[in-house]
């Protein structure tokens, strides 16, 4: 059965709260500010935690539905007018964010963004993993999974809970904190990307947590030492 030993160096989740219902981003320039979607202001909040400028450190970014809101309201105006803003497009796409990311931080390193249907943590924890195992020159990479809220349109159609938030993992294979390996055995509980992040997150910040392991759909990870 497959498996990796690693080290989670540091872990960042967002989500917005009664006292702070937009994600902090003062540190980024205004200008590009202004271009920045709600998706890739929480990328920026979450880098800003693990990368410094001028930095090279791997990126791999995974979500659901990336630039969502940009992306319905280019299938609007085309709907409307046939047109559509080259510079909209640009902004719309899946790797928008760690692409502004990698300019703004003159970060040269392998960045990739991708999608899946569900299990956004799983599939981005064995991407990550299965990089850092085959590209040995490579000290750490910062695994991101995130939502942006849906366009009110998908609300009325989703059964989705649509909370936007941001996960960002400091992940090694240099260490042996926890030991990541399939499951020979379905999982109980097949959680929204958001509940699982958040659950994952809460595993391995509180150190009074009692359980030594965490199932992330079929991956068992376990805590060593």
């Known amino acids: ?15 917005p709260t009664e006292n702070a219902a937009e994600v902090d981003v003062s ?10 979607s709600q998706l890739t ?21 995974v979500s659901k539905y990336g630039e969502i809101q940009r992306q319905y309201a280019i299938s609007k105006k085309i709907i409307e007018t046939k047109e559509v803003s080259p510079t909209a497009f ?14 703004s931080l003159k970060n040269h390193a ?5 999608s899946t249907m569900s299990y956004q943590l799983e599939a981005g924890l064995i991407h990550a993993l299965s990089f850092l195992e085959t590209h040995s020159e490579e000290e750490k990479l910062l ?14 159609i989703s059964d ?22 399939f499951s020979s055995t379905p999982p109980q509980d097949r959680l929204e990307n958001y509940d699982q992040c958040k659950r994952f997150v809460s595993f391995m910040q509180n150190p009074t947590e009692p359980a030594a392991s965490i199932q992330v759909n079929r991956l068992e990870i376990y805590k060593n030492g």
């Open 143 to 156: 695994l991101l999974v995130g939502e942006e809220r849906l366009p009110e349109a998908y609300q009325r």
């Open 90 to 103: 640009s902004l719309s796409v899946f790797n928008t964010a760690i692409g502004l990311l990698g300019i």
């Open 41 to 61: 202001k929480m990328c920026f909040a979450a880098s800003h935690q693990h990368i410094r400028e001028g930095e090279d450190l791997p990126i791999i970014s």
């Open 110 to 114: 392998s960045t990739q963004a991708f």
């Open 27 to 36: 540190f980024v320039p205004m200008m590009l500010r202004r271009r920045c």
């Open 160 to 181: 989705e809970k649509n909370i936007p938030f941001i996960a960002a993992f400091l992940l090694s294979l240099q260490g042996n904190g926890y030991t990541v390996r």
């Open 1 to 15: 059965m497959k498996s990796w030993n690693c080290t989670i160096l540091n872990v960042f989740f967002w989500e």
